[in-house]
């Protein structure tokens, strides 16, 4: 049974930092790209990064425009888990945070259906 397990939410200041992490099981990981996802209220959920297979595509990553130079993704096969840091946080990435992993071993965009509980985070003063 594939499943997805994110963590690291949390209240964070304006310009502040924090780091989410991601445990997947029931898969062989480093065969799929994972990717992060957000959903702030009455939005829809949106991709914000992704990370490639090491072994079969060199963990080549991806960003979304928002967080592109404040958001790095990273994975550790070892623990199968994949981590979003988060810096210079603003108000608007503010948001449930949740995990997925892609249909094959690229970011090519297609995920599959596989949502863990996500976790939150808050940016407020």
């Known amino acids: 049974q594939v499943q997805f397990v994110e963590s690291g939410g949390g209240l964070v200041q304006p310009g502040g930092s924090l780091r989410l992490s991601c445990e997947a099981s029931g898969f062989r990981f480093d065969d799929y790209a994972i990717g992060w996802f957000r959903q702030a209220p009455g939005k829809e959920r949106e991709e914000i990064s992704c990370?490639?297979?090491?072994?079969?595509?060199?963990?080549?990553?991806t960003y979304a425009d928002s967080v592109k130079g404040r958001f790095t993704i990273s994975r550790d096969n070892a623990k199968n888990t994949v981590y979003l840091q988060m810096d210079s946080l603003k108000p608007e990435d503010a948001a449930v945070y949740y995990c997925?992993?892609?249909?094959?071993?690229?970011?090519?965009?297609?995920?599959?259906?596989?949502w863990g509980q996500g976790t939150l985070v808050t940016v407020s003063s």
């Open positions: 997925a992993p892609a249909s094959t071993w690229i970011c090519d965009g297609f995920y599959l259906e596989v």
């Open positions: 990370i490639s297979s090491i072994n079969r595509g060199g963990g080549t990553t």
